[in-house]
């Protein structure tokens, strides 16, 4: 069994093999989705490499994660199977 936060609902999850338990996103992850989706990437003028540039994004993609975590620990039924 697979728990699997779903994060983007645009994007397929890649499993297969298992029960997939599927916990929807919360509303505060569609607005960082939204907020994401509004930054466009200039591959010509921002580079992953560039420290400065990763620790100005750190926390518009860290935040997706901490809310979604948060949704996941709120549904307890499901921690308890």
Known sequence: T???PVID???RHGTSKSKKIFIPPNSRMKE???EMSAM????FQT???NPIDVFRRREAF???FIAQCQTVLKHVEILRK
């Open 2 to 4: 697979s728990c699997m």
């Open 9 to 11: 609902p645009s994007i």
């Open 32 to 34: 960082i989705l939204l």
């Open 40 to 43: 466009r990437a200039d591959y």
């Open 47 to 49: 580079g992953n490499l």
């Open 62 to 64: 860290g935040s997706h």
